[in-house]
């Protein structure tokens, strides 16, 4: 199994800026892919942005030109610099993972259990 940890949420004022982070560990042979989903209080759950193996990023358009998405690979870590935020960021953010456990294991998704992020106007 990966698990995923997720850190650095929290409250904030809009215009102001978060980073948030997100541990993978656990039976880890290799990692396509991380990212982030949010999931706005009575929203459906929608992508963020992501980040592959060969550090291709792809954002949202609500959140492209604000937000950053970062990798470290020999940490299995990925982080996400949130800048200008606003109220409609408000949300719980789920790190999610394309990885593989073994060689011969399939490519699969794993989710973080979230965090909370919170934008005062």
């Known amino acids: 199994q990966v698990q995923l940890a997720e850190s650095g949420g929290g409250l904030v004022q809009f215009g102001g800026s978060l980073r948030l982070s997100c541990a993978a560990s656990?039976?880890?042979?290799?990692?396509?892919?991380m990212g982030w989903h949010r999931q706005a209080p009575g929203k459906p759950r929608e992508w963020v942005t992501t980040i592959t193996n060969d550090d291709t990023t792809n954002y949202s358009d609500s959140v492209k030109g604000r937000f950053t998405i970062s990798r470290d690979k020999v940490k299995n870590m990925a982080y996400l610099q949130m800048n200008n935020l606003t109220p409609e960021d408000t949300a719980v953010y789920f790190c999610f993972t394309q990885s593989q456990e073994s060689p011969l294991a399939p490519i699969r998704p794993y989710w973080g259990q979230g965090i909370q992020v919170t934008v005062s106007s």
């Open positions: 656990g039976s880890i042979f290799r990692i396509a892919s």
